[in-house]
């Protein structure tokens, strides 16, 4: 406990030394107070330009070295020492009041005394060679451009006192050039401070922010995760996505499988296996948390895995419902099944048919078609899906549901295995211009001829949210909690999707997100969405990042 009390203690400093750095050289107010120290040492003009520069970029610097920080990382720790340290000098050139250069020393101080709480070591795959390239390719363009600026304004000055002149602008500090004209020296300042600042900014960055590895489970590991897989969980077979890590109990008896986004490692659904053995392989995943500071969380788990993550002290949220539908008591007659029923007659009156075969016996070349079909008709860019989608079809054991019109298909489901006796809906893709009532009619064929025993649909996300808020008598909170669901429901399906699987009468099987403490809620909903393609960072920005 004392240890993570000095942690936020030592963040919170840094972020005020930072905003006191930023303050000293932006703000009119601080740039006019004098300081004893500076007045003492009759610093030149060019001493205090340079300072003021370091100033700005180690403020900022610190700003974003708070991050790294409150994550226990070493190598966040050691830049912050090196930047305390700079930024306690430079305010000796300032010429202000000693109060920001205090609250840097006095940070420089606590980071050495407390350097035994920054153990989490950086993140597998590292941004510190990009970091050192993006540094030298700014420096170096900045020099470049400076010194072509002064060559075409200044050519009776010498080559070596241009290229001087380029390579102090970088820090703000005047060369041996003499400038007629005070436009020019500006501009060539301007170049030098903006090349020079992005630099260190843009380096700093790359080098500190929470690197993302891409993951990919080898055949050995599918394999392994193959023989966990059991009849219990629903959502088990997803855990074979190969853009995850896997990590397994001493014993082997259990997985747990991640991916890391946006510095939360974010698992899917209950760990594979053998329940007795989970906590050993919860135990082993926190550890790689822990080692790489990684914030810890689970989306989809159920009332199970809920309790075993909350044994580990983890703070549980139920975020939705999975729909269920037992195949032996399904049926398509009854007053509640009525508009199922119409709409399958309909769709079969206009001539469509469902076909259900398992993939293994498709042919290559109609699987591959299927595959382009669903690609076509997804509607966005990206692949949506983590906790309940594979992202691949044909694999061995699925069942691929297709609609039929004049020789054309015209929509596909894919069901993957749950266990031997289930299936879990994966892929549901039809053609836009179809007639409405093709979904109705491939999952109600599957289900009327089906051998399994249970089938999962769709999840419904806060189902019981919806629920409420449309009940008679229902409170202002809870009519407040529904109508905001309905308006988000525009852009996500939220309540769509709560009631078209609402018209197969299924059975709801709460579903929960699992997570460290309140404060870790914002980070882990933004890598939730993520991962589930609903929203997060732009995927064009994410791209640009990546070929940095």
């Not at 700003?63 to 930024?87: I, S």
């Not at 014993?251 to 510095?263: C, D, F, H, L």
């Not at 997804?378 to 054991?397: I, N, Q, V, Y």
């Not at 979904?439 to 649909?457: C, D, F, G, Y």
Request: with cysteine.
């Amino acid at each position: 406990m004392a240890g993570a009390t000095s942690v936020a203690v030592i963040t919170w400093v840094t972020r005020l030394a930072g905003l006191l750095a930023l303050i000293s050289v932006l703000v009119p107010a601080g740039r006019t107070l004098r300081g004893r120290v500076a007045a003492w040492l009759e610093l030149p003009h060019e001493a205090t330009v340079g300072a003021a520069t370091v100033a700005l970029v180690t403020g900022v610097l610190l700003m974003l070295l708070a991050t790294g920080l409150k994550r226990r990382k070493r190598r966040a720790w050691q830049l912050a020492v090196a930047t305390a340290a700079l930024l306690t000098v430079s305010h000796l050139g300032l010429r202000h009041t000693l109060g920001a250069g205090l609250v840097s020393l006095a940070l420089l101080i606590a980071l050495i005394a407390t350097r035994r709480h920054f153990i989490a070591l950086p993140d597998p795959v590292t941004g510190r060679w990009r970091a050192i390239r993006i540094f030298l390719q700014l420096t170096v363009a900045g020099v470049a451009i400076n010194f072509v600026l002064l060559s075409v304004a200044l050519g009776s000055s010498s080559v070596g006192d241009r290229l001087a002149q380029s390579t102090l602008a970088l820090v703000g500090v005047s060369g041996p050039v003499t400038f007629p004209a005070l436009w020019l020296e500006d501009l060539s300042a301007a170049v030098g401070l903006l090349f020079g600042i992005g630099a260190v900014l843009l380096a700093a960055y790359f080098l500190l922010r929470s690197a993302e590895p891409a993951p990919e489970l080898t055949d050995e590991e599918v394999e392994r995760l193959r023989g966990l897989l059991g009849e219990r969980d629903s959502l088990g077979y997803f855990a074979l996505r190969r853009d995850k890590f896997v990590v397994f109990s001493k014993s082997g008896k259990a997985a747990v499988t991640y991916r890391v986004i946006a510095g939360v490692a974010l698992c899917s659904a209950d760990p594979l296996g053998d329940p007795e053995a989970w906590p050993g392989a919860i135990e082993e995943y926190l550890d790689v948390c822990r080692r790489y500071a990684w914030t810890p969380a689970t989306m989809g788990c159920s009332e199970l895995g809920a309790t075993v993550w909350a044994r580990f002290g983890f703070e549980v949220l139920e975020i939705g419902d999975e729909a269920v539908v037992d195949t032996d008591t399904f049926t398509l007659e009854g007053r509640v099944m009525r508009g199922v029923r119409q709409a399958v007659s309909r769709t079969k009156r206009a001539g469509y048919t469902a076909r259900i075969r398992k993939a293994e016996d498709l042919p290559l070349v109609e699987l591959e078609e299927l595959r382009t079909l669903a690609a076509t008709w997804r509607g966005t860019d990206t692949e949506r899906g983590f906790s309940m989608a594979l992202g691949r079809m044909g694999d061995p054991g699925s069942v691929l549901v297709t609609a039929e019109h004049d020789g054309r298909v015209r929509g596909v489901l894919q069901f993957v295995p749950w266990g031997e006796k289930g299936l879990s809906l994966d892929v549901m893709r039809r053609d836009r211009t179809a007639d409405n009532g093709v979904n109705e009619l491939m999952i109600s064929e599957l289900l009327l001829t089906t051998p399994a025993q249970h089938v999962s649909l769709n999840f419904a996300a806060f189902r019981a949210v919806l629920e409420q808020g449309q009940r008679i008598g229902a409170g202002p909170v809870a009519r407040l909690s529904a109508r905001t669901l309905r308006f988000f429901s525009r852009w996500i399906q939220i309540e769509t999707l709560y009631r078209f699987n609402a018209k197969f009468q299924p059975r709801w099987v709460p579903r929960y997100l699992a997570y460290p403490a309140a404060r870790d809620l914002p980070r882990v909903g933004v890598a939730v969405f993520e991962a589930e393609g609903l929203g997060g960072r732009p995927s064009g920005l994410l791209r640009a990042l990546q070929r940095v």
